[in-house]
């Protein structure tokens, strides 16, 4: 009697124990290595109907991204989110003279974000694993990439002469010299993660997100001149005013993307 006792004492302690362990075996940190993909059909659907001219700007976009994230409670934890990833703008509407027509490659974008989130679960959750919700605001910053472009600007004058120019890197837009254009995002994510071991977990997901680049006013205005202070000016195809617009145009229309990769716990 004594003996069992004493079994059904040491069981109940390991209870109480085990119930103030947050986190995987233990473990409170964690972090995911990550993919998303999405595909920007309705952009490509926007595009077509506003850009007859327009070559494909692609079926897939594609990113990567890394979290740490810390558990505070067995169903709640905080964290902060890097990310990279690429996709592809058409150019905005430009204009050298006083008429023109063009055939010009979409403009390669790269994107790095940054994100402090919010993770929760179910009251009898354990984070990390499982099915996990997650919230966040953050900031993203956008550049043009070099591309090996081509293609080609024609222009009218009033009395019909026309002057085609060939597209280069060199002549498309100032690679070098160019602004960041910075934006906002907020993010809803629902993900799960299912254990492989006691430290490595495979995890996937849906991520929503609503993107921000300031000014929207932008958007409904109309299209910009190559040059912010001298529209005659034809030393770049492209002004920053013409990548801002391009990205402020994409980035409104994006909203779902898949999320896989692996979670290592310690």
């Known amino acids: 009697m004594k003996k069992n006792i004493i079994i059904l004492f040491t069981f109940c302690i390991s209870l109480v124990s085990y119930s103030q362990i947050n986190g995987f075996f233990g473990k409170k940190n964690y972090v ?43 169903n709640l934890a905080v964290g902060l989110e890097g990310g990279l990833s690429y996709f592809s703008v058409a150019p905005a509407q430009v204009s050298f003279g006083d008429y023109y027509s063009s055939s010009l490659d979409p403009v390669r974008i790269s994107k790095s974000s940054f994100m402090p989130k919010f993770e929760f679960a179910y009251n009898d959750a354990l984070l990390p694993i499982g099915v996990s919700n ?14 090996g472009y081509s293609g080609s600007l024609t222009t009218y004058d009033d009395f019909g002469s026309s002057q085609k120019l060939n597209v280069s890197d060199d002549n ?33 997901g849906f991520r929503y997100t609503f993107n921000f680049v300031p000014n929207f006013s932008d958007l409904l205005g109309g ?26 145009v994409k980035e409104n229309r994006s909203l779902i993307m898949f999320e896989t990769g692996v979670t290592f716990a310690f």
């Open 32 to 74: 995911d290595f990550g993919v998303d993909v999405h595909s920007p059909l309705l952009y490509n659907f926007y595009n077509s109907l506003n850009n007859s001219n327009q070559t494909n700007l692609g079926f897939l976009n594609y990113g990567f991204h890394i979290t740490y994230s810390r558990v505070v409670q067995s």
């Open 134 to 147: 997650q919230i966040g605001i953050g900031f993203n910053y956008y550049k043009a990439l070099v591309n």
């Open 172 to 204: 498309y837009f100032n690679f070098t010299d160019q602004e960041t254009v910075q934006g906002y995002t907020v993010m809803y994510k629902l993900t799960m993660r299912i254990p492989i071991n006691k430290s490595l977990l495979y995890h996937f």
């Open 223 to 248: 299209s910009y001149q190559t040059n912010d202070t001298n529209p005659n000016s034809t030393e770049y195809i492209l002004s920053q005013r013409d990548i801002d617009y391009s990205i402020k």
